[in-house]
């Protein structure tokens, strides 16, 4: 009963006088410094600096359109990304002179693939093509997705009614891969559509599975008006 219990020493004889610890082993003060710095160093080689262009095949664009309609403006999210040799390809046979960086190279395509995209991304509402407001480019590196092109087109959505068609003609001499989706913001707005409704939930395609009597590009429809039965794909 009164015997002292092994492990009832108190807790400062854990670490002796000269920093050895109660097992006979001397604690390093620098070793979780060490291991932080280890870490670290890790992480540096297994994170690349820039998740640019090359997780896609050279000669190859990957693609991905979010497609937002809300009462008074269509908005679109348009991200792609291609290899570091098709960036450079695609600026040559524009006649332009390509960065030597591989970041100054991402900034100067995207620049140059913003001015462009609108032009043969096509917009129409009952046959009758609508205009984007200047394009706003950005870096984002999602993925393999390092390029994003946000465009808005003004137009009174809120009580129409007609074909919406979404059709992009860009990148049409390259081969890849393609995910759309189209959602409305505001209920009522869309009565059906052949679109996924966010990204993650549409399918990756291939443009070479697409007719091939037909442009392979990436194409939204849907039909405007009051939906009599509520949908989630109509809801934020």
């Known amino acids: 009963m009164g015997a002292e219990r092994p492990f009832a020493r108190p807790v400062r004889s854990i670490l002796a006088a000269d920093g050895r610890s109660g097992n006979g082993w001397r604690r390093d003060p620098a070793s979780p410094r060490r291991t932080l710095r280890a870490l670290l160093w890790i992480a540096w080689i297994l994170v690349p600096r820039s998740s640019g262009a090359h997780d896609v095949p050279p000669g190859m664009v990957e693609r991905a359109i979010q497609a937002t309609v809300r009462g008074d403006r269509l908005e679109i999210a348009y991200r792609f990304g291609l290899h570091e040799t098709t960036i450079r390809d695609e600026l040559s046979r524009a006649g332009l002179h390509a960065a030597e960086r591989l970041e100054e190279l991402e900034r100067q395509y995207l620049d140059f693939a913003t001015a462009r995209l609108a032009a043969k991304l096509s917009v129409t509402l009952d046959g009758k093509r609508l205009t984007a407001a200047p394009p706003v480019g950005e870096l984002i590196y999602q993925h393999h997705l390092p390029f994003e092109c946000r465009l808005t087109y003004w137009n009174r959505f809120e009580g129409s009614e007609g074909r919406l068609v979404i059709d992009d003609g860009n990148y049409r001499d390259l081969p890849g891969f393609f995910r759309v989706a189209f959602k409305a913001r505001d209920a009522g ?41 509520p949908d989630a794909r109509d809801r934020p």
């Open 189 to 229: 707005l869309v009565r059906s559509t052949d679109a996924a409704p966010i990204l993650v939930r549409a399918e990756r395609r291939s443009a070479r599975q697409l007719d091939p009597f037909h442009a392979a590009r990436p194409r939204i429809e849907a039909t405007l008006g009051a939906n009599t039965r």
